[in-house]
């Protein structure tokens, strides 16, 4: 076998929650594998009773693993499931090549797709809080970064404990950091809410292709790529969908199995940007066999985000690429959903008369008593809804206004229901 520095060997795991081995899990970590450019020369399976506490593997497993190493000459090993840290690097030591579990491997990718700064930032913080610069990461002479920037000199400390300290350090400064861009992205979302234009988030499973949806409806050209994660920015772009009425659509990152929580926290205030939406287009692959269970991840991960009230468009996409006989059925399973095809423009024109249908039923008309003491959100409500009458009264301010129900929902202590006379 010819030696190269990017033959990886694969362990898939068979355990109690996952009984039998699915083509397409398999097929789902190998292209994770593939993302980060690595030959898969060699994969194996072991049934898992229950995990060593130290090792994770069993001791056989671990000799065979060893083989297959010296055999393929592989640099690196993946694991399709989560372990500790002790694991990993004892794991580490035995094969006597880096050992990555599945989170690990995300953030890898994550660490690879990575282009702008707050992105990057985010990316360090979880390899940080993961740990991962002690498992993967040995190229780090982690003794150089002792500056006194950041007061980590002392006679006497022992590597290791510069090593936290240093990480602990670390955590702190880019906490900060990214405290700073979430005021900045707040104020951007609420100087965004205050422009009443309506605001829809695209979700789904990564490379289900929401980046080619957002390109068909605002008529731009966001980067798009056929690869696991190419985007993991939000990105958001002004789309006309009727004449006279437009909305900024978000493309948001992509979904995944068991995403590791330190990346969710950390990409936390991006995500957040769904909060604000109107309206959530959950984009499905059509071809993807297990569509099912992806959209019930994604569904899962937006209730972890607190999405509960915002109305959801369930698309599909790439029916380009679906049997007729496959796309009858599914139009009569899913019977209010939208099936389209971003690249082709299949569908565009149905899914936009969706969403204006919905905009009318999201508009509300309400009264509004605002007594002086509040004066001061006076502004904030002529931002944030259409004013269509105005009265002064000794004790307050009446007001008949017309919004999206979310902008107003921060008023309901004023509202009055009724319907304007």
Known sequence: MEKTERNAILVHIIDKENKELREEYLEEFRLLVETLSYEIVAETTYSLREPRYSTFLGTGKIEEIKKLVELTEAKIVFIDNTLTFLQLRNLSREIRVPVIDRPHLILMIFSMRARTTEAKLQVELSQLKMRLPEIV???????????SEIGLKGPGERRTELKRRYIAKRIQILEKKL??????????????TKSNIPIISIVGYTNAGKSTLLNALTKSEAYVEDKLFATLDSLS???????????????????????????????????????????????????????????????????????????????????DKS????????????????????????????????????????????????????VHLLDEIYSSANILSRKDTEESIILYVEGYYSNLAKFKKYIVPQKTP
């Open 137 to 147: 990461h040995e190229e780090v002479d982690m003794d150089q970064q002792t500056g």
């Open 179 to 192: 405290e700073e861009i979430k005021k900045h992205r707040f104020e951007m979302r609420k100087r965004r």
């Open 237 to 319: 772009r002004l789309g006309e969908i009727k004449q006279n009425i437009s909305a900024i659509f978000v493309d948001t990152i992509g979904f995944i199995r068991d995403l590791p929580p330190q990346l969710i926290y950390a990409f936390r205030s991006t995500l957040e940007e769904i909060l604000d939406s109107w309206i959530i287009i959950h984009l499905i692959d059509i071809t993807d066999p297990l569509f099912r269970e992806k959209m019930e991840i994604v569904l899962k991960t937006l209730k972890e985000l607190g999405v509960e009230d915002i109305p959801i468009i369930t698309v599909f996409n790439k029916i």
């Open 323 to 374: 049997d007729i006989e496959s796309l009858d059925y599914l139009q009569s399973i899913y019977k209010d959903a939208i099936f389209i095809s971003a690249k082709e423009g299949l569908g565009i024109d149905k899914l936009k008369e969706k969403i204006v249908s919905m905009f009318k039923e999201l508009i509300v008309k309400v009264k509004i008593i605002l007594p002086y003491q509040d």
